[in-house]
């Protein structure tokens, strides 16, 4: 089982490790002799010293190649990220959920396999699982194996409520993720239930933070600030704070991945955060994304003109370029903008929210001046 993996990651060669955040960068000379190398031969001097000084705690000096290392080939698609829904179903109803329907459905064990051996010959070396809830799907297990076992870095995005059962702790400990990172929706009980629209959630919730963060897993946490439990804001990062893991803030919600609108009532007003300017993104170049039934998109958002990975296989992957240029043209009520070079949202998201009718102030610029 590798400790390490080389690869190909975008226009460079990394060396990095499951379970770290840190990593190297391999000159290309480098990991082709990686590449040309026996993996029963032992580890050359110079990756020796490098792995030492990258990671202390690691002593491969007198290692063969093959018991710790795994050289990931070079993919002419170049694709170095991907996201997967393993499965829209979750074992909670959130009142702010983007996904909307929450359906236990999707591809059977085989065409996930396939699909995985497929994201790994497009060179995708960064995976991110999510869901729904992730965790409760039935093929999670091995599928998050598999990945790993391809050569992947994988982030698992969970709701954090089964962290604590020891198949997946005992899992984590043997293939360590990238990262885990965790949605949290409340400081307490009754704001925390009461978003997730389920009872006993809150409980859920603390014990598998304190399973995790017993098993020294890489937590990140995403704080979602919500009409419930906006006057929370300040106590959830307080939580994260005291537990010593890392968090980001998200505050403005969005619409369903079916144009709905009904899950923007979650929105806390006086939470509205103006978002960045949109300088553009990879989607659909270097990276892309993948729903329960293998149908690929150029990302969670943009998910127009699918392709079905599990029948064109990776031959289809050579539209999604195409697809990408095509949906981030501004159409429909955003053409003909003069501000459009200074938008906060992309054309995808923007056309969600003017499916779900939502208030101009929401999304776009013209709707903060007229707010204000």
Known sequence: MHQLIAAPFLERHVLV??????????????????????????????????????????DVAHQLL???????????WGYGKASWEVNLGCNYKCKHCYLGLKMNSGMPWEDKRRCLDIMAEAGVVFLQITGGEPTIDKDFLRAYRYAWGLGMMITVSTNGSLLWKENLLRLFRECPPYRVTVSMYGAAKASYDELTRRDGAWDQFVQGMNAARHARLPLRMSI?????????????????????????????????IYGGGE??????????????TFTGCNAGHTFFHMDPHGLVSICKIGRDD???????????????GAIADRLMLRTGGCSGCGIAGTCRVCRPLAKHYQEAKAPLEAYCQHGEKKAG
């Open 306 to 320: 699918q392709i079905s990975l599990p029948h064109e296989g990776i031959q289809g992957l050579a539209r999604l």
């Open 66 to 76: 093959g018991e710790f290392l795994l050289v990931r080939r070079p993919s002419p």
């Open 224 to 256: 979602v600030v919500t009409d419930d439990n906006g006057h929370e804001e300040q106590a959830m990062v307080d939580l994260c704070t005291s537990w010593d893991v890392e968090y980001e803030v998200f505050t403005n919600m969005t619409p369903t």
């Open 17 to 58: 490790r499951p379970g770290s955040r840190g990593g190297a960068l391999l000159p290309e000379p480098r990991y082709n002799e990686l590449r040309a190398l026996d993996p029963g031969e032992p580890a050359p001097p110079w990756l020796a010293g490098a792995i030492t000084a990258q990671w202390p705690d690691l």
């Open 263 to 276: 899950v923007l009532t979650a929105q806390s007003k006086e939470h509205l955060r103006l978002r960045k």
